[in-house]
């Protein structure tokens, strides 16, 4: 039965802190995510969803309960480095996540370090490319450049090359669309489709937004103080929210449509 | 006590009807900003830009980053510190000029009195090593140096009490020990302490969750019912947020407005192939909305070091035609708005994007 | 780049630069202009400066300009081995510890702390009173390296706790970076400024304290440093003879490097460190 099932998670808890202080972020919580499906963890911020999203990444360990990868207990292979080879990631703010000493192109080529069987340095610089145009940027555009030269956008698709690169089984994307324009969040949302369709990746996408998780998910998975609160397919999720805080998130969205802050304090503002 | 008289009155929670708007408060006209880069070329940021903002009113400046906005708000609050230059133009605070003044000048008589900006990352403006009334004794001081300290506690906390603080306690907390909420309150009451006739709030959501968003906002429009804001530039990066906050609208693309008009007309009924495609690029979680794929804007905007010849836009247009890339555009007027597209009357335009 | 240009501004820096350049200056091309000898009487004992002898003669009689341009080579020596002993344990220490975290860093903040309480100068004076024959000039600047890096430890583990939870760490992680790789290339490039801070202090104490043990008779065996010279202004009485000449341009010398080093190091920070830069 858990043969087609990527994580599957039994009353998993992260606790940071001891005693008095001690601070639940995780709090019992249990899910099964499926071979090829794309699953968002909504909420806001603060709502444990990326201190759960690190778990799936290994980057930190559940306090209590088991988690599952591919069957077997995450850290069934001494070696995390087995686990990073299936499951990666990108981040929120991709001009945080490149090191600021050394060229983007030198750091895309870092990832080959993961590799069992290390590629020639041609073949290294080859791949380097395809990936690159794999997310619309041409090769030479980045020759020699430094991270604080390219733009948001372009930063984040360079997260994005590098996933091209290791081809893991597991995207973890951790609010990728949040420090991107409005107008650069489709196109992000589009690459997250074609590494779903084309190299077959599992895909967790966190997000405070529920109208982008409403676009890309099979299915979304609402968070509140460390808690699954809601989950489904999001048409039910988006259009027959059974808990507050979903409704509460639905209700924050600035959609044109639909009355958001009272209009009359909007217009009486404006006159 | 020479305490300025301001009137003690209980927060109003929610939103309240608000006098009619008045005169002009602000008037840019025909502004143009550049920098020069390290290797020392010229790029003009901002290349002709006019607008008047009434008292009362907020206007929204959209655009992705590279467009100019931050540079038109540095120029509009007279900041113009090396590698950024004004070239020409003007730009007016009740009828003043602030441009040509030296920094030192422009803090001292512009800046948090004249014209007051609301930083983009609130929660991290705030220095974790000072207290709240520290911070906020420091903006009075620097444009009154001989504000006794009982003067200025008495205005801090008639101030604090007023945006719907625990005075008393939070002016004499760390940044620390305070919630988000609070802090970012405190970041907006302590710039808008001087009241300044002009706010400027330069994408103080983007970053936030959707419902922090949303109480950002539905706190500088509580601030704007009490008149501690009298009027407000919206710049931000998301077209459809605008129809929920400014009254009127200017799409902004490679230094230039593109589309200047009333907030319905650009958001349900733009007229320039960009806004619209802004607009497209938006999610919006309706029923029935997920097959409408929002489409990204391809390309990035162009980089302005050296004059482009034709419409701006051209090479991005998803309906560019070939007379785009040769003929100057102006701003016009077409159908009540100002638009910068040589097809905006037809119906070459509504193939792009536009609202859901 | 910019912060570096930025530097080069501030008036303080360049005084302080200026003066540090100037001693230095004094001590590599001293023996150029002045014929150095600190072995031969060249005339009689606390000789008044004058002609030939422009700050005259010590106790026995030899030239005081050779003696404090050999003194002030051995005083910077002793400076930059120990500094960059102590930067380079501290930093190790620090940066690992502030990365780690957990258990590992709890002992090491428990073993820096443990160093920090025991007096440099006590652990100083006792070793070299019991090592009579065996305290060279290297001997020193490694002791007071070895009990000073404390200093460095503490201020670069906070530093380094701070960026631990970058992104850009986290990235390395899941690309198979050791720790040591992180701590080299992830962290410390972030931290080189701060470092170089660090080790400017260091050398700045370092020069100091072992004026302050020389001059307590407990300096080196085997050269001669600008403590060593006021200890011998001491014992042989040059204080109350009022030979001044004898001990004035030693002290001068050592305020004026430490002096200086502590100038270029409170310009540093008010230029790297982001919570003073206003």
Sequence with gaps: ?271 | MTAPALPVQAPVPGPAPKPAAGKVVLEVEDLRVHYLTRFGAKIQAVDGVTFSLKQGEILGIAGESGCGKTTLVSGCMGLYIPPLYHTSGDVRIDGQSIVGMTPEQNRKEVLGRKIAMIPQGALNSLNPTRKIKDMATDMILSHDESADKKTINDRLRERFSRIGLDAQKVLNSYPVELPAGTKQRCVIGISTLLNPKVVVADEPTSALDVSTQKSVIRLLFELMNQEIISSMLFITHELPLLRHVSSSIAVMYAGEFVEYGSTEQVIFDGRQPYSRALMGSMLSTEPGQKSRKPVAIEGAPPKLDKPIPGCRFAERCPVAQPDCRSTDQVLRVVGGRQVRCKYADTDLVKQVGGTV | MELVKGLFKIPSFLFGLALFLGTLGLAFFGPLLWHIDVVSRVGDPYMAPGAGHWLGTDHLGVDMVSMLITGLRASLYVGFLAGVVATVVGTLIGVYGGYKGGLLDDILTVATNLFLVIPTLIVLILLSSSMEKGRSLTLIALIIGCTTWTWSARAVRAQSASLRARDHVALARINGYSTIEIVLEQILPYLLSYVFMVFILQTATAILTEATISMLGLGPYDSISLGKILNDARTNEALIGGKWWAFIPAMVLVTVIAFSLYVINTAMEGVFNPRLRK
Excluded at chain 1, 72 to 89: C, E, L, S
Excluded at chain 1, 157 to 183: G, W, Y
Excluded at chain 1, 207 to 225: E, P, Q, R
């Design chain 1, 1 to 271: 039965m858990t043969e087609h099932l990527k994580f599957e998670a039994t009353h998993i808890s992260r606790v940071f802190g001891h005693g008095k202080k001690a601070v639940t972020a995780v709090d019992d919580v249990s899910f099964a995510i499926k071979d090829r499906e794309i699953i968002s963890l909504v909420g806001q911020s603060g709502c444990g969803k990326t201190v759960l999203a690190k778990m799936l990444l290994r980057l930190e360990q559940p306090t209590r309960g088991e988690l599952l990868f591919n069957g077997k207990p995450i850290t069934a292979t001494g070696d995390p480095r087995n686990h990073w080879r299936q499951v990666q990631a990108v981040f929120q703010d991709p001009f945080s996540c490149f090191n600021q000493f050394f060229t983007i192109r030198n750091q895309l080529k870092a990832s080959f370090r993961l590799f069992e069987k290390k590629p020639s340095p041609a073949e290294i610089e080859e791949r380097v490319d395809q990936a690159l145009l794999a997310v619309n940027i041409k090769p030479r555009e980045i020759d020699g450049k430094f991270p604080f030269e390219l733009s948001g956008g372009q930063m984040q698709r360079m997260l994005l090359a590098r996933i091209f690169i290791l081809k893991p089984q597991v995207l973890i994307a951790d609010e990728p669309t949040s420090m991107v324009d409005a107008c650069s969040r489709a196109s992000i949302l589009d690459y997250l489709m074609k590494l779903k369709e084309e190299l077959s990746m599992t895909i967790v996408f966190v997000t405070h937004d529920i109208g982008l998780a409403y676009y890309v998910s099979d299915s979304i998975y609402i968070m509140h103080k460390g808690k699954i609160v809601e989950q489904g397919p999001p048409d039910d999720v988006t259009q027959r929210p059974q808990s507050d805080v979903t409704k509460r998130l639905l209700e924050d969205i600035p959609d044109v449509h639909r009355e958001w802050i009272p209009r009359e304090a909007a217009v009486a503002a404006a006159r």
